[in-house]
């Protein structure tokens, strides 16, 4: 700034030129209108000087900007206008927890279509010809007024992996208050419900069967185990009413195998022992020929989840084990 001061007086400094002190002097106006509130200068005075090839891109860019306003808001008002006549075309009904708690006791406990026989080799008639449907199915949920307690419908709302994001969320590390306020995006339309109930499963089942399911794949832990967020025990305690209430509604139960603990290739063979002894022979148990299989017969379908834990050389030895002892044997996925 002085350099150029000192060139306009007609005093030689430097390389300083014309162009130069033109190209600061334009800088200096467009920080000018940056600051124009803070010097509480006119932003038109600062308009006028600065040099004509400014002023038209100026002008140009107030006038792109009038126009990126003008069809936003024109399809904001659109959009708002369609929004307001569906909302005058649609009846929407005001949820409540005694509003769900009433539609539910509206609701069938039996399936409104025949219940396919099940036999040993775990044949469906699926909906899509050839294939078998299958949906994963959590029953970890409890709920206060059924179990004594609230599990996973009180989960602890999770840090983001960043500090930057969890400074904007003071309730990060505290849990949920069901029932008004639940650890889920959405409120299910059976409400804060408890998955030991019957007529809950019943229910869900029914559904899952309708919508062209034939098979639910139940997340299941061994004995006194669960989720870090579950009740202790509850997913093999649920596990016979499960089986129950699928050979009801026409549906086959395949295992979901979930990580626990300290869990291998030695465990698992250990749990697929355990459900081949405890639930092997029960009618709804989802069973597949297992290919290369000495006995031929078909074995329950068990999925493992997170198996990449454990080596393949270890999988490997384990799984010879299922031809020199029937009940480790399963088709594993």
């Not at 002085?2 to 030689?12: H, P, R, S, V």
């Not at 009846?91 to 769900?100: N, V």
């Not at 960043?162 to 995006?185: C, E, F, M, Q």
Request: net charge neutral; proline share 5%.
């Amino acid at each position: 700034e002085t350099a150029c001061d000192k060139f306009t007086k007609g005093e030689a400094v430097g390389q300083v030129t014309k162009k130069s002190c033109d190209y600061y002097s334009s800088w200096k106006a467009w920080l000018s209108i940056l600051m124009a509130r803070r010097k509480a200068v006119s932003t038109w005075q600062l308009f006028h000087n600065l040099g004509f090839g400014y002023r038209v891109i100026c002008f140009l860019t107030c006038v792109l900007i009038g126009l990126d306003l003008y069809m936003v808001s024109s399809v904001e008002s659109v959009r708002e206008q369609k929004l307001r006549v569906n909302l005058e075309q649609e009846t929407i009904p005001t949820l409540t927890i005694e509003s769900m708690a009433a539609e539910q006791k509206k609701l069938p406990l039996q399936p409104s279509f025949g219940i396919p026989k099940h036999d040993a080799f775990g044949d469906t008639s699926s909906k899509i010809e050839g294939k078998s449907v299958q949906a994963f199915y959590y029953a970890w949920w409890a709920s206060a007024s059924e179990d004594g307690e609230w599990s996973h419908w009180d989960h602890v709302y999770l840090p983001h992996w960043t500090d930057s994001v969890n400074r904007r969320y003071p309730n990060i590390g505290t849990k949920h208050l069901p029932p008004d306020d639940i650890g889920a995006r959405f409120y299910p339309s059976l409400g804060p419900y408890s998955s030991a109930s019957k007529e809950i499963i019943r229910r869900h089942l029914t559904l899952m069967k309708e919508a062209g399911v034939d098979t639910l794949v139940y997340s299941w832990y061994p004995r006194g185990l669960s989720d870090e967020n579950g009740i202790s025990g509850n997913p093999d305690k649920l596990m016979p009413l499960v089986l129950e209430e699928a050979e009801r509604v026409g549906l086959w139960v395949a295992i979901h195998l979930e990580p626990y603990p300290s869990r291998n290739a030695a465990t698992v063979m250990i749990d697929i022992e355990y459900i081949n002894q405890k639930y092997g022979m029960h009618p709804a148990l989802f069973k597949r020929k297992r290919k290369g299989s000495k006995t031929n017969k078909p074995v329950p379908v068990v999925y493992i989840y997170d198996s990449y834990q454990t080596s393949t050389s270890s999988w490997r030895l384990r799984l010879q084990d299922r031809d020199n002892n029937s009940d480790k044997d399963a088709f594993v996925v």
